[in-house]
């Protein structure tokens, strides 16, 4: 079974950055597909990025495009999120799920439906 760890959250001031770490072990990480999502206080969970198996691929949401980078690193089965220009409304617990790589890209992975192990989550807290 895949364990899944984020790091690297905080408290940034508007306009600073972070970046987001999630390591994996347990399962073979190259065979995934990489999400992050965050929940803010009182809201849903919702999707900010998502990365193909092999990195060829990435989608983002409108939210957070230009603003926030996926990648990965398979050799140390690590998933990160490098979060610039942060504003007070990316204030949210960040998670980082696996999922199959099958199925239409990228609309299915847009969607927390889609995976299937998640971790615990780290906050960052953006203040204005």
């Known amino acids: 079974q895949v364990q899944l760890v984020e790091s690297g959250g905080g408290l940034v001031q508007a306009g600073g950055s972070l970046r987001l770490s999630c390591t994996t072990s347990?399962?073979?990480?190259?065979?995934?597909?990489m999400g992050w999502f965050r929940q803010a206080p009182g809201k849903e969970r919702e999707f900010v990025a998502t990365?193909?198996?092999?990195?060829?691929?990435?989608a983002y949401a409108d939210s957070v495009k230009g603003r926030f980078t996926i990648s990965r690193n398979n050799a140390k089965t690590t998933v990160y999120l490098q979060m610039n220009s942060l504003k007070p409304e990316d204030t949210a617990i960040y998670y980082c799920a696996t999922a199959l790589p099958s199925g239409s890209w990228p609309t299915e992975f847009h969607s927390e439906n889609k995976y299937d192990a998640w971790g615990q989550g780290t906050q960052v807290t953006v203040s204005s």
């Open positions: 347990g399962g073979t990480f190259s065979n995934y597909a």
């Open positions: 990365i193909s198996r092999r990195a060829g691929n990435t």
